[in-house]
């Protein structure tokens, strides 16, 4: 079973992260934010994995360390679980529709970190969740497994909207990356390692 977990404390955050790849159940999410919890739940949901995060952090100043925190140790938590790679399809893509948004995610578990983000909210704030944080919390997950995450709202008008396409885009854009392929012997790379 691929699985991880990781447990990251820091003056600012308490994080304990639970995942398992190859399981779907359970999806338990509790940050303290609750429009994030709902994104982290729609990104297992969607990348059919079973994720437990159970984070404390310091809301009396605000989101941004909770986000960001939450991010590494889930990347840490991913990269832990795949292993060696060998197997797995590699490459993700996910366009998802919301109403009138369209959002994309494209990836590669390359070994390599690269975030491009190409995406503008005109709402601030969903709840206690600084809408900028999107961006901040997909840095830490991608520099964290070491992926390379493209991650694009094609069009859209309300932020809610766009932030939900592009973590349900990337939930399941990971999902066809992870997936076991009985055609892949050993590592997808011509270097032999990922």
């Known amino acids: 079973m691929r699985t991880a977990k990781i447990e990251r404390t820091t003056s600012e955050t308490t994080i304990q992260l639970a995942i398992n790849l190859d399981a779907q159940e359970p999806v338990e999410i509790s940050t303290g934010v609750g429009f994030f919890d709902h994104m982290l739940t729609l990104f297992a949901r969607h990348g059919r994995l079973s994720l437990i995060v159970n984070a404390k952090g310091d ?18 938590a991913i990269r832990e679980a795949l292993g060696e790679k ?10 998802v529709p919301m109403d009138e948004t369209l959002g994309m995610a494209s990836l590669d578990l390359s070994g390599r970190s690269y975030l491009v983000f190409d995406a503008t909210f005109d709402n601030p704030k969903l709840g206690l969740f600084d809408t900028e944080l999107a961006e ?27 932030i939900e396409s592009l973590f349900k885009a990337t939930g399941r854009a990971f999902r066809e990356a992870i997936t076991l392929n009985p055609e892949i012997k050993g590592v997808n790379s011509t270097k032999g390692v990922l």
């Open 59 to 76: 809301l009396d100043v605000d989101s941004h360390h909770t986000v960001e925190d939450v991010g590494i140790a889930l990347g840490l």
């Open 86 to 95: 060998a197997g797995i399809n590699r490459y993700g893509t996910s366009f």
């Open 136 to 162: 901040e919390f997909f840095q830490a997950l991608a520099f964290n497994v070491q992926m390379n995450l493209h991650l694009k709202i094609i069009h859209g008008k309300n932020t809610h909207h766009k």
